[in-house]
């Protein structure tokens, strides 16, 4: 029997079908990407949608490590209901200041059209890029919720031109090619036969299935956010404390907070994980009134900075101190200290004749607002041309100035000379972190892998985070299958994490082995790439230097940039926030300085001598365009 012919409202109907089961979830994947590209991707450690299992755990990441978006499949399988979740209703797109509010809750929660009706426009009344994005996708998220909901598969022409204009309109206020609705509003009875017709129904259940379960899940948030919500009156007596703290600090300080710089310290590590019972145990050391001086020290790797500087950032916000972090790494003499900590602190008032110190021990006498200076790696001072007991009569000088000031500092070991010889010193110890915070910060990179992979990477690392990222990230792009045989060379023992937690025992020389076999995975261009960073004497290399060296050496700019990418990626270095910057963790650094001393790159570290000299040497000539070179 020959099929009925479709009725128009039922051809306007499958036409609709088309447009938002095969199109819509195009729309949203290039909206998604845009998204990504402009706002995530620019932050340090994150990079471009790619649909790599790298970026993807980078989404899982930036959702908490727990979240109903499919990061475990390529975008490309995501349907409508998964990229609504990985755009208006994800915290990855959240404005900072805003405890994670989705887009959904800043734009739609107060401006939301009655029930059957869209949005009067999706462009933002006050030019807002995020807000017509967001406007846009829940145009689209109605006509889709409206095309599930259909009772009956029919449409009439005025409703579906009606529709069709809408998705124009809002596919034109992002910019986006609209000829595919055309195309598919002259679709004909022909290019709906009954396996479409059939393919299309299922598809139409399949995202019906999908929101209910989204609106289940919505629901279930909502009951734990009125259950917690029911402790405001407590809330709002600690809230009025802290208002009675505020205020009794601006009393106290009689107007000299006023002249401090503001706090300044490093942003959050966005992979943090753990430690709760020693921040807690730092922040109590540190708000005892008895403690001046506090030494965090650790084997390298282990966390001391990101926990320090999670620590800076909570007594930062607890409005008790205001905070000044100082990365120290390759800083070896006490002028270039003063010279780093005089560059934050600096007043006209003070003689400019005097030395840093002077100036500094002047600034500080000033001061009876709580400040807390962090001395992160204090190594390389250690090592440079002070001696501990030059160090100790430093801090001592800088503590005398006034009873305001309280010093943390990070060091590999315990700094044995301040040791019961400065009053107010206390020390902490940071450890390999614990097991079950170790198989959660894996958990975050390797989302896809399962539990025995995971816990494998954990043991391999000895717990220590900084040997589990640059482990996980290595693998990230490969099968489990093939992972395993990764970790198959690793023949370490499993005594040894007992050993590394030992402080007479040797991390970096374990650790290093670890690096080593990684290295030899990079491709040539990019451990060249890593070398030619050591012929930095800084922690943070400018973007432009490292691009000049290493295409001066290897002859193409693009190709540097691929190298310099690729090791972001594979986490042997980090990007900072404005994408002009590179820093390299200091073992790291050691282990890549180390190397370059080899046969292999010796001759091409000291041929790329020349690059860096040129380059500074082109600095210095735009700064004194008078000079002449012979």
Not at 175 to 183: A, E, I, R
Not at 386 to 408: C, F, G
Not at 428 to 453: H, Y
Request: glycine share 4%.
């Amino acid at each position: 029997m020959a099929m009925k012919p479709f009725s128009k409202k039922q051809l306007n109907f499958f036409r609709f079908s088309t447009l938002v089961l095969d199109e819509f979830p195009k729309v949203l994947r290039k909206i998604f990407i845009r998204m990504w590209d402009s706002k995530i991707a620019i932050k340090p450690g994150f990079i471009s949608w790619d649909d790599s299992t790298t970026v993807r755990n980078m989404l899982f990441a930036s959702e908490g490590g727990k979240t109903d978006i499919p990061t475990g499949k390529s975008i490309e399988e995501w349907d409508c209901t998964a990229l609504f979740k990985a755009t208006i209703f994800a915290k990855t797109f959240s404005t900072p200041g805003t405890k994670n509010s989705t887009l959904n809750d800043l734009y739609l929660k107060k401006a939301k059209p009655a029930p059957g009706s869209f949005h009067s426009s999706v462009q933002s009344p006050t030019g807002n890029q995020d807000e017509t994005y967001t406007l846009v996708i829940d145009r689209l998220r109605l006509l889709r919720n409206t095309f599930c909901h259909s009772a009956d598969a029919e449409i009439i022409k005025a409703d579906f031109d009606h529709y069709v204009k809408l998705v124009q309109n809002a596919l034109t206020a992002v910019k986006l090619d609209t000829s595919f609705v055309d195309d598919v509003g002259q679709m004909s009875e022909d290019d709906f036969p009954t396996e479409k017709v059939q393919k299309l129904n299922d598809c139409r259940m399949k995202e019906l299935q999908s929101i209910i379960k989204f609106h289940e899940n919505m629901e279930h948030e909502l009951s734990i956010i009125k259950e917690r919500t029911e402790n405001i009156d407590s809330m709002k007596q600690e809230l009025s404390d802290v208002r009675e703290m505020m205020m009794k600090n601006t009393l106290e300080d009689n107007g000299v907070r006023g002249k401090l710089p503001k706090s300044r310290i490093p942003r959050r590590d966005p992979m943090f994980t753990g430690r709760k019972n020693e921040i807690e145990e730092i922040t109590k050391l540190i708000n005892n009134e008895s403690t001046r001086l506090l030494n965090i020290w650790g084997s390298p790797g282990f966390g001391k900075t990101s926990t320090t500087v999670e620590v800076a950032h909570l007594l930062k916000e607890s409005l008790r101190y205001r905070v000044y972090f100082f990365k120290l790494h390759h800083v070896n003499t006490e002028e270039k200290l003063l010279s780093k900590i005089s560059s934050i602190f600096r007043s006209n008032a003070v003689d400019p004749t005097l030395t840093h110190l002077d100036k500094l021990v002047s600034i500080f006498g000033e001061i009876s607002f709580p400040v807390l200076l962090v001395f992160d790696n204090l190594d390389d001072l250690l090592l440079g041309e002070s001696n501990p007991t030059d160090l100790r009569i430093l801090l001592d000088e800088l503590l005398d100035s006034s009873a305001s000031i309280k010093i943390v500092f990070t060091t590999r070991g315990l700094l044995q000379a301040t040791r019961g010889q400065m009053e107010g010193f206390r020390e902490f110890r940071i450890r390999s972190l614990g097991l079950a915070s170790s198989v959660k910060f894996v958990r975050q990179l390797l989302p896809s892998f399962s539990e025995s992979a995971v816990q494998k990477v954990v043991r391999i690392s000895f717990h220590v985070p900084l040997a589990m990222k640059i482990l996980a990230f290595s693998l990230v792009e490969n099968s489990e299958d093939i992972a395993i045989t990764i970790l198959d060379e690793f023949n370490f023992s499993e005594s040894l994490l007992g050993q590394i937690d030992d402080h007479a025992y040797n991390c970096e020389e374990k650790l290093e082995k670890i690096f080593e076999s990684l290295f030899k995975r990079l491709a040539l261009n990019e451990k060249q790439a890593l070398i030619f960073l050591t012929l930095f004497a800084s922690a943070v290399i400018s973007k432009n230097a490292a691009l000049d060296i290493i295409s001066g050496e290897t002859g193409s700019r693009s190709k540097a940039v691929l190298s310099l990418n690729a090791l972001v990626k594979k986490a042997w270095i980090d990007k900072d926030v404005s994408n002009q910057y590179y820093s390299i963790h200091p073992l790291i650094y050691s282990f890549a300085k180390n190397i370059a001393k080899q046969g292999d790159f010796e001759a091409v570290l000291n041929s790329s001598q020349i690059f860096f000299c040129k380059h500074y040497l082109s600095v210095f000539l735009r700064r004194f365009p008078g000079w002449k070179v012979d």
